[in-house]
């Protein structure tokens, strides 16, 4: 970030910056996946009280805990394989940590693994059991390929 001469707040809340728009010469670098969920949350008035349930611990991950924390939520567990990144987010943002998601009831499921992305070895795999996706209020497949995965159709027969 040494070369920029802004960074938007969306990047400086993760420390992380994803795009970079030239204004005129001016360099301003900005996390877009940051923007992108918590223009989800807003625009979908996600209560802030319902509990939260993240599976994953990457750097998309990151983007999403933030910006589920900066919504105002407090009761949110991630559910991540590696213990030291997994351990490490919670700690940062205030939450829970746990190996995997199973055994929690939560109104709001987001899956930022690569479970369900097409052309690797979890294509097709869901991310949450079927009782936890029918559980839930809201599921958040963050999968960039294919544009339609594993979940949707469990999570859109579940409503």
Known sequence: ?????AIDPSAKVIDSVNTIVNDSGRLTGLNTDYIAVKSL???HSLAPT?????????GMAKAVIAAFRDAGF?????????????????????????????????????????LGMAGGEYAGTLAFSQSM???????????ALPPEDAADPPGAAAG
């Open 1 to 5: 970030m040494p070369f920029l001469d």
């Open 41 to 43: 949350i807003d625009s």
């Open 133 to 143: 996706v029918e559980g839930a209020d809201v599921v958040f497949d963050v999968v």
């Open 50 to 58: 319902a509990k939260v349930m993240i599976q994953g611990s990457g």
């Open 74 to 114: 407090r009761d949110v567990i991630i559910a991540a394989r590696n213990r030291d990144s997994g351990l490490a987010l919670a700690k940062q943002y205030g939450f829970q940590w746990q190996p995997q998601p199973e055994g929690i009831a939560a109104a709001i499921l987001v899956n930022v693994t690569p």
